[in-house]
């Protein structure tokens, strides 16, 4: 059954602490991405990577981190820094075979981050 | 800051009726236009992407681009109780590496 799988579904933080976000895929995307989504707004870019053990800032990096070790894997650390983290954060990929789709994100579930 | 706006809503039609959701984007060098649904508390979904100036058909939808006027829009044809979603609109900006900018998306409710 082949897709993006996040985990956990939700996830609660208390302060001061670091919380990883995990995303696999099986899809063999070489691209994945991370997104935040506030209630009522779209999603917006985190960090993403278009190969392994490289990986870009996106728009609203701050407070976070990630790691590429392996093509499957992308997860995502909210750190103690991110002063404010109740999300919906979702793990994307790209990269199909044909030219025409490699431009083409799959979401994963996502996952629901709240403080405590 | 390349930007995609959209109209929030909400948008209502009735049940049958045509369901038109627009979306405009400020870098003229985009080249790929992409439409998601997203459920309440669920993950985006594709439903089209278009490249090239004109229209594109799937099913019930269709997919608008007019790059000239910067313009990208979905049409929804005999629309249902099950289409009620938030339709985002993404774009990928000339020199992002396959980067999505997402609007803020339409939310849209579908009236038996």
């Known amino acids: 059954d082949g897709g993006i799988t996040q985990s956990p579904k939700y996830l609660f933080r208390k302060e001061g602490q670091n919380v990883t976000l995990s995303c696999e895929q099986n899809?063999?995307?070489?691209?994945m991405y991370w997104y935040r989504q506030d209630p009522g707004q779209g999603l917006r870019l985190i960090y993403y990577?278009?190969?392994?053990?490289?990986?870009q800032k996106g728009d609203i990096a701050e407070g976070y981190s990630v790691s590429r070790e392996k093509k499957e894997s992308f997860p995502l650390t909210v750190t103690s820094a991110q002063k404010n983290p109740t999300a919906f954060y979702l793990c994307a990929s790209s990269g199909g075979a044909l030219t025409s789709n490699k431009n083409i994100q799959y979401f994963g579930a996502g996952t629901r981050l709240s403080v405590l | 800051q390349k930007e995609v706006e959209q109209n929030s809503g909400p948008l209502s039609v009735p049940e049958g009726a045509i369901a038109s959701l627009n979306c405009t984007y400020s870098d003229r060098g985009s080249q790929s236009f992409f439409w998601y649904r997203q459920y309440s508390g669920k993950s985006p979904e594709l439903i089209m992407f278009i490249y090239s100036n004109g229209d594109k058909e799937d099913g019930r939808f269709t997919a608008q681009l007019n790059k000239a006027s910067q313009y990208v829009s979905l049409l929804i044809r005999d629309s249902q109780p099950s289409d009620s979603a938030t339709y985002l609109c993404?774009?990928?900006?000339?020199?992002?590496?396959?980067?999505?900018?997402f609007g803020s998306g339409t939310q849209l409710t579908v009236l038996p």
């Open positions: 899809l063999n995307h070489d691209a």
């Open positions: 993404a774009v990928i900006s000339s020199g992002s590496a396959r980067q999505l900018t």
């Open positions: 990577s278009q190969i392994v053990n490289d990986f």
